[in-house]
């Protein structure tokens, strides 16, 4: 991978050797610096990445260089190495673990593709009519957590106060969830044997769309590598575990928000960055196109709308990250202001969308969000297109059945 810039290597002591093999492949070439003047290397030096060896009395130090880092675009990863206090919540922990500079290279390019992504989106921004979302990526991050041990309650609720969980207690159940949800990392609690953790281990490996998922195993020493750039041990209290693994989370939301912000530069603008859905007025201007072709056409057209609780915003929004995932090629949708989320069904009868829409409330059921277990139940009403119709007299039919239905 090229990369703009060497990387930045802080330390008041001699390099270890994992990472002087990162200089002797030419992968990277590392340039060493002290933590006196480690902020003014950020500016002179123009790194593509930051590597700091964390010491015990660095805190203050590190402080000070996350701040400057952070303030950095495009995207610059920050990774600590082999820290043992409370982390700055841009820096990425890597534990040295028998120094293999192998895994310290996945990690690095892999958030060098995130750099790289960023670039690419800032540099094509001015092209349409799309801006960056504003929010911190870690607040719309999604994490499942698989465990059944005593502490997997209180990490529910650590993980809970900073992102959305989707609870799992068997490697079943979580198996589902990969396949149905967008997600932004997987902690494995205690619970399951050795030879369970490895099975499962090997299985995110061994698939592309997984790979780079952060994956944090709070219970179990790994006694062999696999291909997870982003696998870290994080054993300890709970708000320590969701502290640790939260900046891993946080870059992985992050490269799927720039995902779809490139997405919607690609569609002119018409797709929202935060829900991967359409944008209200490109889902009125297709709808519009919809309804008339059906009615010219006679073919079938159902509409669905999922209505949640307004106080529940997040909700919503994993909604809309569901539905775009997993509704048909040519389906489209729409998260509406007042909290619902519409799905227009082409060439579909009633039936058949009842039944598709049944089956994406059963999904969006699983999920639960932040330290009150909000659960995600959403109202769901379904209608069809009839001869005597218009675009907005179906609309109107299907938000007056959703309140009756609620009511």
Partial sequence: M????????????????????LDEGRLFPVIDTDWASAVRAVEEVQPAAVLAAVSAGHEPQM?????????????????????TGALPHNALPFSSRGGHPDRLIARLRAALRVRTLHATVLRRLPEAKVALPEADPA????????????????????????????????????????????????????????????????????DT?????????????????????????IPGEPAKVAASALPLIRQHAMEAQLSRTLRSI????????????????????????????ALARGGGLSVARFAFDPGNSRAQL???????????QMDFGVAQKD?????????????TAHMIARRLSAVMRHTSNGKHEMRSDPVVSVDSLSPSDTARSLLARLSADASRAAS
């Fill in 339 to 351: 909290g619902s989320v519409i799905v227009v069904f082409a060439e579909t009868d009633f039936r």
């Fill in 139 to 206: 607040r719309d991050a999604t994490v499942l957590l698989i465990g059944r041990g005593a502490a997997y309650p209180a990490l529910s609720v650590a993980l809970g106060e900073r992102v959305g969980v989707i609870g799992a207690l068997s490697i079943e159940a979580a198996a589902k969830h990969l396949n149905t949800r967008d997600l932004d990392g997987v902690v494995l609690a205690e619970g399951f044997t050795a030879r369970v953790t490895d099975a499962f281990l090997t299985v995110l490996a061994e």
């Fill in 318 to 328: 994993d909604a809309a990250r569901i539905l775009s995932r997993l509704m048909r």
């Fill in 2 to 21: 090229s990369q703009a810039g060497p990387i930045l290597f802080v330390s008041d002591a001699e390099r270890p050797a994992f990472v002087a093999a």
């Fill in 63 to 83: 402080a000070v260089l996350a701040k400057k880092i952070v303030g950095q675009s495009p995207y610059l990863p920050f990774v600590a190495l082999d820290a």
């Fill in 266 to 293: 690609d569609a002119g603008g018409w797709l929202d960055p935060r829900s991967g859905l359409l944008t209200v007025e490109a889902f009125a201007r297709d709808f519009a196109k919809a309804v008339e072709q």
């Fill in 209 to 233: 769309r997984f790979r780079s998922l952060p994956v944090v195993v709070t219970a179990h020493q790994l006694t062999q590598s696999y291909d997870l750039p982003n696998l870290e041990l």
